[in-house]
């Protein structure tokens, strides 16, 4: 396209140089200020710098950039408390809080109700009546163990078989009592397979040593002496 152009203007340019070469002897003789080959480049010249404007003033297809919009976070998942453990009160049973299916709720003492006198070094046997109080079976090999207080030298008690939910179980432990006197108390808790305590927490209270309480026994009224005069 630029080729044509510029052989167009050249073809121009000699038609004018022709036509004032044959008008030259009527035409004053005039003093030229530029040669023709000067005027050619000056026209290739200005056509050059023509095309260099029109492209710099042609708009861009260079697209804008877009925005691009921040990512949205998901919102912090706030912290959930757990169920603490309810405080042992002597003389109450206390529900253990657990997250699993089992459950043990403490029914009646079969033996050796609390308080019951000892003398020191006895063997005797604790029986409490439990309830599978869960959704879920005790399986055999579950441990029925103490949990704090004095364990009066009896050892884990370990299910022989499963318990189905909503079935009641004696739970039997044999024990010694201490040879110190006082009133003497150990807490008992069944556990899973995993270890984990769950279900009311039992107790045997035990007194060693002691006597039956004395009574206060109304003696005979007293004589108050006549005074004589």
Partial sequence: MLKNRLMKVQIF???TTILIASC???VPEATPTMSVDQIQTYAVSTFSSALTLT?????????????TPAPTLPPLATSTGGTPFGLTTPGIPVSGATTSCFGLTFVSDVSIPDNTQMTAGRSFTKTWKVQNSGSCAWDAGFKFQSTGGDAMGATPFTLPASVASGATYDISVPMTAPSTPGTIRGNWRMSNASGQFFGDEVFVVIVVGGGAAATNTPGAPTVTPTPTQ
Avoid: E, F, R
């Fill in 13 to 15: 340019l000699a038609l």
């Fill in 55 to 67: 492209a710099i003033a042609a708009p861009s297809d260079t697209p804008v950039p877009t925005q």
């Fill in 24 to 26: 030259g002897g009527n």
